[in-house]
């Protein structure tokens, strides 16, 4: 296609309410098709201080570059953490797969074995690596998710079979309940950001946790 006929597709495809972007404008800066804002928003390091390897059932990904800002550095492909099984496989950064498993070691399993006695042997992921802002929200900052900086899970389930979900288990009061709030008050200590059904109506039904930077200092916390 010459630079004529070129220009007169891309007129008419912006006149029919479509822009054309480059291949190389997608996977470098952010551009005028992207439904989000990466204004004020850090994107992660790729420094890591474990071996994704050695505490997970992982695959290496490498970087992953995604349209406008999104993308992975040192991402990894994760199917299992400390022994327990996620329900699909995750696409995470490395640091965010050394703190899930602090997070599983320290505050899941003893919160799993004081409510019921027993221990968690798998996590139903809802959410890992996607190119798209906060809360699916058009016009929203870019999400920790577009980075690979984020981990969505909406049930446990222990080894005696029993599934322990956020949403019906979040006020049912018992054990459930007193197991769902443990896992998800204590985790601030992991995360630097984490939701739950007392945030919004957008996590009624999951857990968010993220390694996102907040603050001048960028080592603030946001857990609700």
């Not at 474990?50 to 994760?78: F, H």
């Not at 995360?191 to 080592?219: I, W």
Request: net charge positive; charged share 20%.
């Amino acid at each position: 296609m010459n630079v004529k006929r070129l220009s007169k597709y891309v007129i008419g495809r912006v006149a029919a309410g479509f822009v054309m972007v480059s291949v190389s404008a997608c996977s470098s800066t952010p551009n005028l098709t992207d439904d989000f804002t990466s204004v004020g928003v850090r994107p992660p390091s790729d420094q890591c201080s474990v071996d994704p390897k050695s505490i997970a059932d992982a695959v290496s990904l490498g970087n992953i570059d995604g349209r406008g800002a999104c993308g992975i550095r040192n991402g990894w492909q994760v199917s299992a953490v400390g022994g327990v099984t996620f329900s699909t496989p995750a696409r995470i950064r490395c640091q965010m797969v050394g703190a899930t498993n602090r997070w599983i070691g320290k505050v899941v399993q003893p919160a799993a074995r004081s409510a019921f006695g027993e221990r968690v042997v798998k996590l139903r992921i809802a959410a890992s690596y996607a190119c798209r802002g906060r809360n699916n929200k058009r016009g929203a900052k870019i999400s920790e998710h577009a980075f690979g900086n984020a981990l969505d899970v909406s049930a446990f389930t222990l080894a005696s079979g029993r599934v322990v979900e956020v949403e019906d288990g979040w006020n049912s009061g018992g054990k459930d309940s007193a197991f769902l709030r443990q896992v998800h008050g204590k985790a601030c200590g992991t995360f630097t950001t984490v939701l739950g059904p007392k945030a919004d109506a957008a996590h009624r039904n999951h857990f968010h946790f993220d390694l996102g930077k907040h603050g001048r200092s960028g080592k603030g916390k946001y857990c609700r």
